[in-house]
């Protein structure tokens, strides 16, 4: 396939947020296990926590305590809403602002901004929280649409999150890219008929979840050269 230069290619590149640019699963497991201790229930790896945050953060809260349920069956648990509520309570009181941008992310968006790209969120978290990590990690001016969970009739896997966002950038599948880290996200760019970048840094059970894309990167040392310069497009896909 013949080089490309992303300025020819693509008018807009649409982020994931929670595993692609935003390294959120120790701080959302924290507080869950913080408060799973205060009922006097076991804490839970974050490795098992894992494919429920692609859902968003009450699956991920749902999910810690179904942990407690396999691990120790008839151990009284607390009440599941009550439990996820005090979960949201604690983790936007004392966890949520402490997790990083994953290295190398702010300059590439930096980057990407100053070639004049649209840059655009597109993600299975609630937009207050998502605001406000934005604006913790310094990120929120480079972009120019933020679509959360509950923005669109349906969230990620299913397209409607990613068509709203081009429809606000005003951007066509043909011109967008996709950055993820989840088969969702890459469920979400097919259905929608976008391309997709693979973070494979991120929260993924296995590379072969992130299916198909045009380029895979582990660190953003890699992605912004690729986005940035002329690079051959990859193109990884499952073979039925």
């Given at each position: 396939?013949p080089?490309?230069?992303?300025?020819e290619?693509?008018?807009?590149?649409?982020?994931?947020?929670?595993?692609?640019?935003i390294?959120t699963?120790?701080?959302?497991?924290?507080a869950a296990?913080?408060?799973?201790?205060?009922?006097g229930?076991?804490?839970?790896?974050?490795?098992?926590?894992?494919?429920a945050?692609n859902?968003?953060l009450?699956p991920l809260?749902?999910?810690?305590?179904?942990?407690?349920a396999?691990?120790?069956?008839?151990?009284?648990?607390?009440?599941?809403?009550?439990?996820?509520?005090?979960?949201?309570?604690h983790?936007t009181?004392?966890?949520?602002?402490?997790?990083?941008?994953f290295?190398?992310?702010?300059?590439?968006l930096?980057?990407?901004r100053?070639?004049?790209l649209?840059?655009?969120i597109?993600t299975?978290?609630?937009?207050?929280?998502?605001a406000?990590?934005?604006?913790?990690?310094?990120?929120?001016g480079?972009?120019?649409?933020?679509?959360?969970?509950?923005?669109?009739?349906?969230?990620?896997?299913a397209?409607?999150?990613?068509?709203?966002?081009m429809?606000?950038?005003?951007?066509?599948?043909?011109h967008?890219l996709?950055?993820?880290?989840?088969?969702m996200?890459?469920?979400c760019?097919?259905?929608?008929?976008?391309?997709f970048a693979?973070h494979?840094?991120?929260y993924?059970?296995h590379?072969?979840?992130?299916?198909?894309?045009?380029?895979?990167?582990s660190?953003?040392?890699e992605?912004?050269?690729?986005l940035?310069?002329?690079?051959p497009l990859?193109s990884e896909?499952?073979?039925a």
């Amino acid at each position: 396939m013949p080089k490309m230069n992303i300025n020819e290619h693509f008018q807009a590149i649409v982020f994931d947020f929670d595993g692609t640019l935003i390294d959120t699963l120790p701080s959302l497991a924290a507080a869950a296990n913080a408060v799973l201790e205060q009922h006097g229930l076991a804490p839970v790896q974050a490795s098992q926590l894992r494919p429920a945050l692609n859902e968003g953060l009450r699956p991920l809260f749902r999910k810690a305590l179904a942990l407690q349920a396999l691990a120790a069956p008839g151990t009284p648990a607390p009440d599941a809403d009550r439990f996820e509520a005090a979960c949201m309570a604690h983790y936007t009181d004392a966890w949520m602002v402490s997790a990083p941008l994953f290295d190398g992310a702010a300059d590439c968006l930096q980057a990407l901004r100053s070639r004049g790209l649209q840059l655009a969120i597109c993600t299975n978290r609630d937009p207050a929280s998502t605001a406000v990590l934005l604006n913790a990690t310094g990120i929120a001016g480079h972009f120019d649409v933020v679509v959360g969970l509950g923005d669109a009739p349906r969230p990620k896997p299913a397209p409607d999150p990613l068509l709203q966002a081009m429809e606000r950038l005003g951007t066509a599948p043909a011109h967008t890219l996709l950055v993820g880290d989840s088969a969702m996200d890459a469920r979400c760019a097919a259905s929608a008929q976008v391309r997709f970048a693979a973070h494979l840094g991120g929260y993924a059970h296995h590379p072969d979840d992130l299916l198909p894309r045009v380029f895979h990167f582990s660190a953003y040392r890699e992605c912004t050269p690729w986005l940035l310069h002329a690079a051959p497009l990859r193109s990884e896909v499952t073979h039925a």
